[in-house]
């Protein structure tokens, strides 16, 4: 089946420092990703949609100069927080869209769990 | 925009015991997806729904799509330990983004 694979699963970094987030699709081309963030016990928020080739497009409060996306191939989208601090840390998802019916087209990566000290 | 509400938010059950939760839109929908999370991972999909009234089982997990179309609930039979996680339910693709209900955290007792 579709394999999204995210990279790395942990990152802790300093204040004011960039942390960059790998998703790749491993046997799909997708044309669009998406990345959520995830606070404890709390649902996926959709921050932005990469699109290949293209601008991302953000969600309404998501500052694009902090979470920088780039979806420069048709296998890889990179989410880079910029100057992180202490309130980006959160568990960040990918997801990516092989088509075909709605349901199953949807793929998640394992999550990258970033801690700013 | 469109709003899901998911419940309970958390159950605290036996093993063995069924467990059952639902979801709620405030608008129709024409695709319900029921997703399992468990701790540290991404979601994984259970089940999906694309017709009102649809009845779908995956082992001992079966979902329906809500005849309004605006509801849809999950049902885990004679559940066990790993069955522990957060579920959640999923609006359908507007555009191309899925909308995640708040989730329920099941914790099953041994």
């Known amino acids: 089946g579709a394999v999204v694979s995210q990279h790395p699963s942990r990152v802790i970094c300093k204040s004011g420092t960039s942390v960059k987030i790998e998703c790749r699709s491993l046997?799909?081309?997708?044309?669009?990703m998406f990345w959520y963030r995830q606070f404890p016990k709390q649902s996926l928020m959709l921050m932005a949609t990469?699109?290949?080739?293209?601008?991302?497009?953000?969600e309404q409060g998501v500052e694009k100069d902090k979470f920088l996306i780039n979806h420069a191939s048709l296998t890889l989208s990179t989410l880079t927080v910029t100057s992180a601090h202490p309130e980006d840390s959160s568990f960040y998802i990918c997801?990516?869209?092989?088509?075909?019916?709605?349901?199953?087209?949807?793929?998640f990566g394992s999550g990258t769990r970033l801690t700013v000290v | 925009g469109q709003q899901l509400n998911q419940s309970p938010q958390s159950m605290f059950i036996q093993e063995g015991e069924d467990v059952s939760m639902n979801c709620t839109s405030s608008?129709?929908?024409?695709?319900w997806l029921w997703y399992k999370q468990d701790p540290g991972e991404g979601p994984v999909l259970l089940i999906a729904?694309?017709?009102?009234?649809e009845l779908t089982s995956n082992g001992r997990l079966t979902a329906q799509f809500g005849i309004t179309r605006k509801d849809s609930f999950l049902n885990i039979s004679a559940s066990i330990p790993s069955d522990v996680g957060i579920y959640f339910c999923?609006?359908?693709?507007?555009?191309?983004?899925?909308?995640f209900g708040a989730g329920t955290i099941l914790r099953v007792k041994s």
């Open positions: 999923a609006g359908p693709p507007y555009g191309n983004k899925l909308v």
């Open positions: 608008s129709i929908f024409n695709t």
């Open positions: 997801s990516a869209r092989l088509g075909g019916r709605d349901g199953y087209g949807y793929t």
């Open positions: 729904l694309y017709k009102a009234g």
């Open positions: 046997d799909f081309q997708a044309t669009t």
């Open positions: 990469s699109n290949e080739g293209s601008k991302a497009t953000y």
